[in-house]
């Protein structure tokens, strides 16, 4: 897809004052420091669109940005920050949760996996809550340039087999990475057909 425009909207903790849900929206959401900032620049083309950070738990505030002026991207706080108070978590918790439940034209939240780990149960829960909240969902590898293509095979194998001990089907999946771009053009299709039948339905 093309980009002609793409820009910060607002930021905030009450999903309520969200801007107006007239357009198609997808949330990117994952633990903490997985990538979240930077695939969002990489599919914006921009390189400081979303504040990027080596600091884990940076984003603590649900971020909106409209791209080609008809669609929103959202990036969510990362979940499972350890250091983070448990009240501070609690708070995000709820208003995450608030937030993907509640929000009418959210149409697909990305989950972002780290792809050079195991599955982690935070992750594996994460996905679960999604499933019973009847959430669509996609699950995006990130970081893949960081692995050979046997190990990205063995870590994503692997993967599936656990996901698999929950779910009758895997869901679906994209592999990415933000320094390649590899993954941009199949997220992309993906929005834009998923709008297409938004549209139509």
């Known amino acids: ?21 007239e357009f198609p929206e997808y949330a990117f959401i994952g633990r903490s420091n997985v990538g979240k900032s930077s695939l969002i620049n990489m599919l914006c083309e921009r390189k400081a669109l979303a504040k990027t950070s080596s600091t884990p738990g940076k984003t603590q505030l649900i971020n909106h940005f409209i791209v080609n002026e008809n669609i929103y991207l959202v990036d969510l706080p990362g979940y499972g920050y350890a250091k983070a108070s448990k009240s501070e978590r609690a708070k995000w918790d709820k208003f995450i949760r608030s937030y993907l439940i509640n929000r009418r034209n959210l149409l697909y939240t990305f989950v972002l996996i780290d792809s050079r780990h195991p599955a982690q149960r935070i992750d594996l829960e994460f996905m679960a809550q999604l499933g019973r909240d009847q959430i669509p969902f996609v699950i995006i590898f990130t970081k893949i340039d960081k692995l ?36 941009k053009d199949e997220i992309w299709n993906l929005i834009e057909q998923t709008n297409k039948d938004y549209l139509n339905s």
Request: glycine content about 2%; aromatic content about 8%; some cysteine.
């Open 148 to 183: 050979s293509s046997s190990a990205l095979n063995k870590n994503l194998a692997a993967y599936k087999k656990a996901m698999l001990k929950e779910w009758e089907v895997m869901p679906p999946w994209v592999t990415t990475s933000s320094q390649t771009k590899t993954g």
């Open 1 to 21: 897809m093309k980009i002609h425009s793409a820009e910060f909207l607002i930021s905030n903790t009450d999903p309520k004052k969200c801007p107006e849900p």
